[in-house]
């Protein structure tokens, strides 16, 4: 479900001459490869707290070193205890985390 914001957001970043999603047969220099690790919604808080956790790994495709990963942990309180609260915060911190993957990406392409 992130994999096309992820997408979108590396295109609409600038710094990248082509982004494609991984499904493509497209021959790349870097991939990126995430991992879901956490998302929950945390009721034993007041309000509860929607916790994700994203990992992501770039690497350098034709040698095949990792260029760099890193750990996104964010949270966000819930506009009210039931799903659509959870997922509403769940939204709002995919929206911030986006912007920072592209800069991680960027950043670690560039060393």
């Known amino acids: ?3 096309p914001l992820l997408v979108r957001a590396l295109r609409d970043s600038g710094r990248f001459s082509a982004v494609t999603p991984a499904s493509s047969s497209a021959v ?3 991939r990126l ?7 929950e919604q945390d009721f034993a808080t007041v309000p509860s707290q929607v916790h994700l956790t994203l990992r992501v790994v770039l690497l350098d495709m034709p040698s095949r070193r ?6 996104f942990d964010v949270r966000a309180p ?10 509403s915060a769940a939204n709002q911190l995919v929206q911030q985390l986006l912007p920072k993957v592209a800069a991680f990406c ?4 560039v060393l």
């Open 78 to 87: 819930a506009k009210s205890d039931d799903a659509f609260g959870g997922a």
């Open 106 to 109: 960027a950043e670690q392409a």
């Open 1 to 3: 479900m992130l994999a």
């Open 28 to 30: 790349s220099d870097l």
């Open 66 to 71: 990792v260029l760099g990963w890193r750990e």
């Open 33 to 39: 490869e995430t991992e879901l690790v956490r998302l």
